[in-house]
């Protein structure tokens, strides 16, 4: 119903029309007239007209929390410097940087574009660096093993172009934004493969659409929560290595899910989140999974996120916790609000 709304509102009457219109809209009235007529003579009852108002009623509701998009913002430019991938590489790199600002930006939107030897990258938004010059380290930036407290999740792209719009409304009319300091630290995990035999030229850009500083915002953060330790046992194509590791992380009950999803590397083959006995998102693609939003926010019934992540693995060596696409990891990775501030559960 929102979306119909929106739609009318965009639509406007061609110059000569406005009395064609008005006429076509009187004739449809009447129809709706004898419609009403026919249906109350057909005998409808009480019962079918509590029926329409209940519709109502939930038909309000709908607009009253799908409210109109806030009106565009000043969007953020972060460029990586040029860098080249090495023949045959499997490998992850990291980039550091500062958002270009020197005042505080509530983030409403992500959008991302990188070549194809990268194969997916994971942000996380820090406190204030604006020292930080942008540079590409040739090295993992640690974050999938080992997330830092002061920095929250804030985006991550499996494609080579993404996207990631938070919601309009928190239920009470507010935009809901990702806040982030002056300058503030910005780290991208890199994760990249190049099978050619020869090296591959490497981009990567972010944009970032902070809101209008006038307008006033619901805070968003991330949950993360990952294992410390993983093993896989060896395997073989017939009979792979397999295993499973699960856990949970405490959401207080004050603060709504906007989406969840998981992270692992290509040995993963299922991740899975819960609210009890209630499935929230499950994957067999957990090498590129997608993300279960809830536009309006959902509350959790149960105080905590349950999640697991099955690996197999038909090398003929073992495979361990590391930030390296060789290795492993499991992330269950939740956006919550209102929250200025990440969560963080180790398992």
């Known amino acids: 119903m929102a979306v119909l709304a929106l739609a009318w509102r965009g639509c406007a009457s061609r110059p000569g029309t406005a009395t064609r219109e008005r006429e076509r809209e009187r004739e449809r009235d009447e129809d709706r ?42 969007w953020l430019d972060v460029v990586a410097p040029a860098f080249t991938i090495p023949p045959n590489a499997s490998d992850a790199y990291c980039f550091v940087t500062h958002l270009p600002t020197a005042e505080p930006r509530a983030i409403r939107r992500w959008r991302s574009r990188m070549s194809a030897a990268i194969r997916d990258i994971v942000v996380f938004l820090g406190p204030a660096a604006p020292a930080q010059a942008p540079e590409v380290r040739r090295a993992p930036c640690g974050r999938l093993v080992a997330p830092q407290p002061s920095e929250a999740l804030a985006y991550l792209s499996h494609t080579p172009t993404g996207e990631l719009e938070l919601p309009p409304s928190d239920g009470a009319g507010h935009p809901v934004a990702q806040l982030a300091e002056p300058g503030a630290l910005l780290v991208v995990e890199i994760q990249i493969m190049n099978p050619t035999e020869r090296e591959l030229p490497a981009e990567l850009e972010l944009h970032l659409e902070a809101a209008d500083p006038r307008i006033e915002v619901t805070p968003m953060s991330s949950v993360v929560a990952f294992h410390r330790e993983l093993r896989i046992p060896a395997g073989t194509a017939t009979a792979p290595g397999a295993a499973t590791v699960t856990g949970r992380c405490a959401v207080p009950a004050t603060l709504k899910l906007f989406g969840v999803s998981s992270y692992t590397h290509r040995r993963g083959v299922h991740t899975f989140a819960k609210d009890g006995g209630a499935a929230l998102f499950d994957s067999t693609a957990p090498d590129h999974p997608t993300m279960q939003a809830w536009w309006t926010g959902y509350s959790l019934t149960s105080g905590d996120l349950q999640y697991g992540c099955e690996y197999r693995n038909p090398g003929s060596q073992p495979v361990s916790l590391g930030s390296l696409p060789d290795a492993e990891v499991c992330l269950l990775i939740g956006y919550v609000f209102p929250a200025p501030r990440p969560i963080l559960c180790p398992n």
């Open 33 to 74: 007239d004898e419609d009403r007529d026919e249906d109350r003579g057909e005998g409808r009852g009480r019962d079918g007209d509590r029926d329409d108002d209940a519709e109502l009623e939930r038909v309000r509701e709908e607009v009253r929390r799908h409210r109109p998009a806030p009106p565009p913002g000043k």
